[in-house]
């Protein structure tokens, strides 16, 4: 029987709730024999957060594996641990691509710095703080924000990233899609002129990337942008990259 998919209002509030205790299981969409994509969320966000694009992705015609991780109680260390365990079981020893949100694109690169027993296929990272955020940096030289910043939070400062986080492999096929819409107006005055909202544009940029798109989104809702899912999908499918008519190389 064919599920309703929810309308866009329906999908933004579901997208807002929160972390829950119970949020422990991960949510795997059908056993098709499909490519298999593992989805990863932001900081302070659930799984909720990728569900109505992991519901895209599962009309695609893709198997999904939606993984909650505690990023605002454990550190980055234990989310590695963790996020690893669960692709290894998912994976089956085959190839799995990933599709991250935020903080979940550079758990992931991390990830992939590990040994595995599983092919790493593509990789969309939409909106990530590769260069360090911003927002975190200012935060932490503040001592009234300090107590307030998990662990993994503080992994995005800046410092923090360039000590820890490597470049990409050169047979990694990476995609970053930024947004450019700025609907929280606290932080602008930190962020570049280009930003979402919580990252500027060019913070996601990292050497080795196969494409780099900038949409007209905001940070908490690029996920279900129609652009950013389009472009998700061509690359997962096809490696094509956005502006280009077949998979080669183009940043834009």
Known sequence: MRHRTPAPFQERV?????????????????????????????????????????RKLQQAGFSTLNLPYPSLVKPLDWILDHVDA???????????????????????RMLLEREHHWAAGRLVMMAPPSSG?????????????RPFLSSA???????????????????????????NRSSIPFFRRLLDEDN????????????????????????????????AVRQTID?????RCPGTLSGESAVS
């Open 14 to 54: 579901e997208m807002l709730i929160p972390p829950l205790p119970w949020d422990r299981q991960a949510h795997r969409g059908p056993e098709t024999g499909a490519e298999k994509v593992v989805l990863l969320h932001g900081l302070g966000r659930s799984w909720r957060a990728m569900n109505p694009l992991a």
């Open 86 to 108: 669960q692709v290894a079981g998912f994976a089956e020893g085959g190839r799995v691509h990933f599709v991250t949100h935020s903080l979940g694109g550079i758990v992931t």
């Open 133 to 145: 955020s911003e927002i975190i940096d200012w935060a932490s030289r503040r001592v009234m924000f």
């Open 153 to 179: 939070a503080r992994a995005l400062a800046s410092d923090a990233l360039q000590a820890r986080l490597a470049g990409l492999r050169q047979d990694q096929e990476a995609l970053v899609i930024m947004g």
């Open 196 to 227: 979402d909202g919580i990252v500027s544009s060019n913070r996601g940029r990292v050497d080795g990337l196969k494409g780099f798109s900038v949409v007209d989104a905001d940070h908490t809702f690029i996920q279900i942008h129609p652009e």
């Open 235 to 239: 690359f997962l499918r096809e490696g």
